[in-house]
């Protein structure tokens, strides 16, 4: 199958990263697709959000069912029984890590770019300023890419735009890219699942608020 340079996936929550990275997709390729997953999170409504941002933006919308997903393993994301860490523990990463996601995502999305024809995945993953996830390293990204490649004989390139930026300078590329109000006021980053500004105190929203504060402070 011929495959395009000119489109891309971008794997799309809704948040503040992956809305970022859609418009700086938007930016760089002719077409693209906005792929959202429902894996068992307790906030369903981020789907929502997702599709409204894609819809506003004219960018095509897919939703995947990867509810597999929450019956592998146990996270304060997709068992509501579970209470959430507020801190990332000393010697390990915060039980809001959802085991395997982004490895599934991105394997998910590189299929389904197959039957489009679309060689580029865009994902917003981050090691600058993240919770210790494994699977939102550089190396982690680079890894899956060959392994991808490999295991569909295609040459899939997988752009991660915010992997050596901070939040601060995510609110920046945002401004940038002429959504910063967008991002800040229609998005879903919280834990809790509250749009915009969110409940204030979840791990997420302390990241994200704390990097607008800095930019505004910048700004100014």
């Known amino acids: 199958m011929r495959m395009s340079n000119e489109s891309a996936v971008v794997l799309f929550s809704g948040g503040q990263d992956s809305t970022t990275c859609l418009f700086w997709a938007k930016r760089h390729f002719k077409k693209v697709y906005a792929l959202s ?10 789907v929502d959000i997702a599709r409204n941002i894609a819809e506003n933006a004219d960018v095509e919308f897919h939703l995947m069912d990867a509810s597999f997903i929450s019956k592998l393993g146990s996270n304060s994301l997709t068992d509501s029984s579970i209470e959430m860490d507020q801190e990332k523990p ?11 996601r ?3 995502f991105l394997s998910i999305a590189a299929v ?3 039957e489009k024809g679309v060689r580029h995945l865009v994902t917003g993953v981050s090691q600058t300023d993240f919770s210790g996830y494994p699977d939102c390293r550089d190396s982690f990204v680079k890894s ?20 050596w ?27 809790n699942g509250i749009p915009a500004d969110g409940c204030g105190h979840c791990p997420a929203c302390k990241l994200r608020n704390h990097g607008l504060q800095e ?3 910048r700004k100014n």
Request: hydrophobic content about 45%.
């Open 112 to 114: 389904f770019a197959r």
């Open 102 to 104: 982004n490895l599934f």
């Open 144 to 163: 899956l890419n060959v392994t991808i490649n490999l295991a569909m004989d295609e040459q899939f390139v997988i752009h991660t735009p915010l992997m």
């Open 215 to 217: 930019y505004l402070k």
């Open 37 to 46: 997953f429902l894996y068992g999170q307790k906030h369903q409504k981020e």
């Open 165 to 191: 930026i901070d939040k601060t300078e995510t609110w920046a590329l945002a401004d940038e890219l002429g959504v910063f109000d967008l991002v800040r006021n229609e998005t879903l980053t919280c834990y």
């Open 90 to 100: 000393a010697d390990s990463f915060p039980n809001t890590f959802v085991p395997g």
